[in-house]
């Protein structure tokens, strides 16, 4: 099997593709927006719950689609808690950069949790196979229109 | 297993058509299968979304550019008029093709899409609200967008026919489904996703028995066995050239001599006229009456080239070999634990759907790139049918003439280690 293959599917991004965490519908959302790709039909909707101080006290997704774009959902999830809406639109920028630059390292990311970051440095295989790139960030470009007030976006 | 229809070619088991038919030496025909993808030979499991293109139809491109292109239907000088008559020397060809009565029956257009488009447009538009236009469950895009259209221009009712569980057509359906107020049924000859070859003789039997019209996409039909217009009695047949291992920009329109002759222009512009003035003007009889503007010139000299190459190889021989691609594929990709094939329709064309449980087609369209084979995954422009069907997408393996046994094992390798790869 190609190296290039086993980057881009390691075990972790296999494991959330089967198994994805907070795949679910909180009934407290209180933001969503669904993400759909329309080159191979992926959907997923992401819901969040910010509260009061504008921080995202919780998020989950619903959706469907290939192991990058599920994997790439699930790991989100778990990264943007407690995050603020400018925190989170920096993690997706730096997350993005890591995507589609093969120089990138996390001490370049302007993000302040390089842990984040580097637990997402799993899904950086896809820089070899750039029209699997909107599957990675399919989760995220929904993550930022809900924070945006959008209810939908499209990764043309 | 035969490629049998009632209007495809249906190869006898005495047939001995096959024995002219040498894929290796076809193969040399067409310089890209040559070609290697991440170091391995390609294996090109893609034709029913675009097939590759022989020697002969790149060649007759290139050699008119380089010796003798010019306008058509407007200079007088030697290279126009000499290209004018290659020009509509290809509207015969295509004539022949699809043995139309004649060749002003035959409209070049830019692809079936806009073949279709023509028809909802110049025929749709003498249509009332409250008429009705039949499609199907399996129908692409390019055959329920412009239908849709029309809906949204005039009022007419749009019926859709449900497809089986095995892919084919619900022919009881359908036949329940014509009423007086039915004025036209546009369907395809093939599936594109399922492969499902539907009974077209019978299907535009009862249409005309109900007094409706019947617009035929042949996208995926003309590739596979050879089409008789008149013998289905078809009042519109569609198809395409660059499915037909001839260039893209280039489609057909066959509509019978007394349809065309009752329509109004599609789009307006020059070629397309008799005469201009700023009072009145009037326009050019069919065919050119629909081909407005400068043509696809270099495109139909391809087209042209393309249905001579694919005659002299021959329609049954074409039918035999995929046949036989299709049996060998099936039963070799149904040993693959896991794989499901969706479309198991009795008449089939070389088309194979399938999905591997618990793995998205994405991932696997992904990972078998990486070994050289090229297939479609996705929707396959039939978004409703996916619907149909509760998939999201599918892998497709769709076959020409220059595939071989000894590719479908690639792709089964392909695939198996794709399970490997997702444990």
Request: net charge negative; hydrophobic share 40%; charged share 20%.
């Amino acid at each position: 099997m190609q190296d290039v293959l086993r980057d881009l599917y390691q075990e972790v991004i296999l494991d959330h593709g089967k198994h994805p965490r907070n795949h679910r519908h909180p009934p407290a959302a209180n933001r969503s927006a669904r993400g759909y790709n329309p080159l191979c039909g992926d959907q997923v909707t992401v819901y969040l719950e910010t509260d009061a101080d504008g921080h995202i006290s919780d998020v989950a997704f619903e959706g469907r689609g290939c192991a990058i774009s599920i994997a790439s959902a699930s790991m989100m999830t778990e990264v943007l808690r407690g995050k603020t809406e400018t925190e989170a639109q920096q993690l997706f920028d730096d997350f993005h950069r890591l995507c589609t630059e093969g120089g990138f390292t996390t001490e370049q990311a302007g993000t302040e949790d390089r842990e984040a970051l580097e637990r997402l440095q799993v899904l950086a295989g896809v820089r070899e196979f750039p029209v699997r790139v909107k599957c990675a960030t399919l989760a995220w470009h929904a993550m930022t229109s809900a924070l945006a007030g959008g209810d939908e976006t499209t990764t043309e | 297993m035969a490629l049998a229809t009632d209007t495809l070619t249906e190869i006898g088991a005495g047939s001995n058509s096959t024995l002219a038919f040498d894929v290796e030496r076809l193969r040399e025909d067409f310089p890209i299968l040559k070609q290697q993808v991440y170091g391995k030979p390609l294996v090109y499991l893609d034709s029913g979304s675009s097939s590759q293109k022989p020697r002969a139809v790149i060649d007759a491109m290139s050699e008119l550019l380089e010796t003798g292109y010019a306008n058509v239907h407007r200079g007088a000088y030697y290279f126009s008029q000499t290209l004018t008559d290659r020009y509509e020397g290809v509207r015969k060809t295509v004539a022949r093709f699809l043995n139309a009565a004649s060749d002003q029956e035959i409209v070049f257009t830019r692809n079936v899409t806009e073949a279709i488009n023509l028809v909802a447009h110049s025929f749709g538009n003498s249509l009332a609200a409250g008429d009705e236009v039949i499609i199907t469950e399996m129908e692409h895009h390019a055959n329920i967008v412009p239908w849709q259209l029309l809906r949204d221009r005039i009022g007419i009712t749009l019926k859709v026919v449900p497809i089986a569980e095995d892919g084919s057509l619900r022919l009881d359906a359908y036949a329940d489904m014509l009423t007086p107020r039915t004025r036209l049924v546009a369907i395809t000859h093939v599936s594109n996703v399922l492969g499902s070859v539907n009974p077209m003789k019978e299907i535009i039997r009862l249409a005309h028995k109900a007094g409706a019209l019947v617009l035929v996409d042949g996208a995926q039909a003309v590739v596979h066995g050879k089409v008789d217009v008149q013998d289905l009695d078809a009042d519109f047949y569609a198809f395409t050239g660059h499915k037909l291992y001839g260039p893209t920009a280039i489609g057909v329109l066959y509509g019978k001599a007394s349809l065309l002759t009752e329509m109004p222009p599609f789009l307006g512009g020059g070629d397309m006229i008799r005469s201009v003035s700023f009072s009145e003007t009037t326009y050019a009889d069919p065919p050119h009456r629909f081909e407005a503007g400068t043509p696809p010139i270099v495109e139909v000299i391809g087209l042209g080239a393309a249905i001579d190459y694919v005659t002299a190889i021959g329609h049954d021989a074409i039918a035999a070999h995929e046949a036989g691609l299709l049996a060998y594929a099936t039963e070799r990709l149904q040993q693959i634990d896991g794989l499901t094939i969706y479309g198991t329709a009795k008449e089939k064309a070389a088309i194979i759907s399938f999905g591997l449980e618990g793995i998205h087609p994405h991932d696997i369209g992904t990972i078998i790139d990486r070994e050289g084979v090229a297939i479609r995954v996705g929707h396959h422009c039939a978004q409703p049918l996916m619907e149909c069907l509760g998939l999201p997408a599918t892998a497709r393996a769709s076959f020409g003439l220059y595939n071989t046994p000894a590719e479908v094992d690639v792709l089964a390798r392909a695939l198996e280690k794709v399970k490997e790869l997702f444990g």
